[in-house]
């Protein structure tokens, strides 16, 4: 629409114009012209500017989007790589042996590769990733393994919801208690398919 108005008052400075340069009796005087070009020319002038406003706006609503997604892209990749060590550590301690500890890192490395979660590594809590991927897995992390890591420190401080460092313990204090509605199984399954 202001384009649009733009254009029509342009139409309106150009027909001003060549009236100032017909010769003819009917044509208005000069004065009159100076005075109908000035206020087109101003018309003109304020169509234009809020046009030129929100084209600005436009593009620095755009760059700020490209940069807030590169930001996010970026956090997300660090912090799957934070998730895929983690998940690592869980799956050292928990596989006996190496009877299924390449399966599972290879079933954690197809989960971690799945795009479908971008979002989800860029603004949840490590812990919940975790857990998340370990209940896939089909193991149970022993959480007190990452008392000292930064990340679990953190979460126990903030206590951010999906955490499992989140939920109130029974009065100890000590994040590490399983939570009364935990983010992972509360027992071993079986992993070879076969019951115990």
């Known amino acids: 629409m202001l384009a649009e108005l733009a254009e029509i008052g342009m139409d309106l400075a150009r ?8 010769q003819s009796a009917e044509a208005p005087s ?7 070009f000035s206020r087109v020319a101003r018309a003109v002038r304020q169509t234009v500017a809020p046009e030129a406003r929100l084209a600005e706006d436009s593009r620095k609503d755009r760059a700020e989007r490209a940069a807030l997604s590169v930001a996010d892209r970026w956090r997300s990749a660090r912090r799957k790589r934070q998730v895929r060590e983690i998940v690592g ?3 050292e301690v928990e596989a006996d042996g190496d009877y299924d500890a390449d399966r599972l890192l290879a079933e954690r490395d197809e989960r971690l590769e799945d795009g479908d979660e971008e979002a989800d590594f860029a603004d949840r809590p490590i812990g919940e990733l975790v857990a998340r991927i370990c209940r896939d897995l089909n193991i149970i992390p022993d959480w007190s393994l990452f008392e000292d890591a930064d990340w679990a420190i953190e ?5 951010p919801p999906g955490s499992p460092f ?5 009065g100890s204090g000590n994040p590490d208690e399983t939570p ?17």
């Open 155 to 159: 979460e126990a401080r903030a206590r």
């Open 30 to 36: 000069a004065a009159d012209l100076a005075l109908t």
């Open 166 to 170: 989140a939920a109130e313990s029974s």
């Open 15 to 22: 027909e001003v114009g060549r009236q100032a340069l017909d």
């Open 180 to 196: 009364s509605d935990p983010p992972w199984p509360t027992h071993h399954p079986p992993r070879n398919g076969s019951s115990h």
């Open 89 to 91: 550590e869980v799956i």
